[in-house]
């Protein structure tokens, strides 16, 4: 059975940092694409990142390009982190790792993409 765990969510401030980490069981997760998702008040579920297992491309929306980072754990094959710099108030949402039953040639940006889910953990970014 898959299971992913999203961690590392906290209260930070404007123009703070957190790292997220997603750790799976039951899956390789470097042998996967792997995406994060965020969800805010009121608001659909956006893509935020992705990374491509057929050649470890990473993609990202706009408006975090350039202050976030996906990657893997050096040596654990299940655990993903999303670097999160320069958080500004508009980041605040739960953030979802996720991952599909199988890979493509690209990670999709849309959430119909993927098949596990975390349960979330909560960003909140206010002064």
């Known amino acids: 059975q898959v299971q992913l765990v999203e961690s590392g969510g906290d209260l930070v401030q404007p123009g703070g940092s957190l790292r997220l980490s997603c750790a799976a069981s039951?899956?390789?997760?470097?042998?996967?694409?792997v995406g994060w998702f965020r969800q805010a008040p009121g608001k659909e579920r956006e893509w935020v990142s992705c990374?491509?297992?057929?050649?470890?491309?990473?993609?990202y929306t706009n408006s975090v390009k350039g202050r976030f980072t996906i990657s893997r754990h050096n040596t654990k094959n299940t655990v993903v982190y999303l670097q999160m710099n320069r958080l500004e108030p508009e980041d605040t949402a739960v953030y979802y790792c996720?991952?599909?039953?199988?890979?493509?040639?690209?990670?999709?940006?849309?959430?119909?993409?993927?098949?596990?889910w975390g349960q979330g953990t909560q960003v909140t970014v206010s002064s």
């Open positions: 996720a991952t599909p039953r199988r890979s493509t040639y690209r990670c999709s940006k849309a959430p119909s993409g993927y098949n596990y």
């Open positions: 039951g899956v390789t997760l470097a042998n996967y694409d």
């Open positions: 990374r491509s297992n057929a050649d470890g491309s990473t993609y």
